[in-house]
């Protein structure tokens, strides 16, 4: 006769993992964010909340994952239809494509420095072409924008190849019997990849967009290279309450705002790429 708690002794390590790594933390989070020497109190959120960089921080990370997180998307759907129909040089292809998976948020922040920073390469390209007299300041405080646009190619050049690699495991195991099917009756290619490979892949898209987006509301190193603290992030503002102004209970309550608003998006996520069960391979 089969174990019936065989499934629970298979899902327990699972479990103990996300109670230590996960909850707890919270629980102590929570508590942080919410209690002081007299008890309950949201003394800390209202402190958040009423401070001149947090509307400007939520703003700005809410602005950059709907920025990125379309853009990556677009190009990995891209890049794995590429690396899934190739057949000669695939590996090769792959491979550079995923180069970037190498770099840490930091080391990515430091190369595209070097490419905007007034002596970077992109001042001496002005320069040289003579679109400019003298290299310019393009990341200075007056130039926000520039730092806004720096960050978001960073980001894309940095963790498309996350989502790549997700869709690639995606595609690889759609039945090539559908495509061959579509073949006969004469759906074109770009019909083929919204009946078949779309609606096929909702599993893949559904945990390349969740994990990209939470990363997306959780930049940090990459803004830090690149504006310093010239464009407030939620995460840069949890960093500069906890070590900076040293007032842990107030970074307490920016990392529960990232919490909240990443189980929002991955709830989202989750109800409009249902699977059906009859789609299921």
Known sequence: MPNKSLPYLLMAPAILFLLVFFFYP??????????????FTLAHVQRMIGHWKFGTALTNTLIL????????????????????????GRSTILYIFAIPLGLSDLAAGIIWLAIFEQSGFLNSLLV????????????????????????????IWRATAIMMVILVSGMGIIPKEYY?????????????????TLPLLRPSLQTALILRTIAAFEVFAVVVALGGTTLPVLMGETYEWQFTLRDRNVAAAYALVILGISIVATIAFLRLLRVPKEATI
């Open 26 to 39: 919270f629980v102590q989070i929570a508590v942080l964010a919410f209690t002081a020497e007299e008890g």
């Open 65 to 88: 994952a709907a920025i990125i997180v379309p853009v990556q998307l677009a190009l990995a759907l891209g890049m794995a239809s590429i690396v899934t129909r190739v057949k000669t």
């Open 128 to 155: 040289g072409v003579g679109v400019v007299d003298r290299p310019i300041l393009l990341l200075g405080y007056q130039n926000v924008w520039v730092i806004f646009l720096a960050v978001i190619l960073a980001e």
């Open 180 to 196: 061959e099917a579509a073949e006969v009756f004469g759906a074109s290619p770009w019909k083929r990849f919204l009946k078949i």
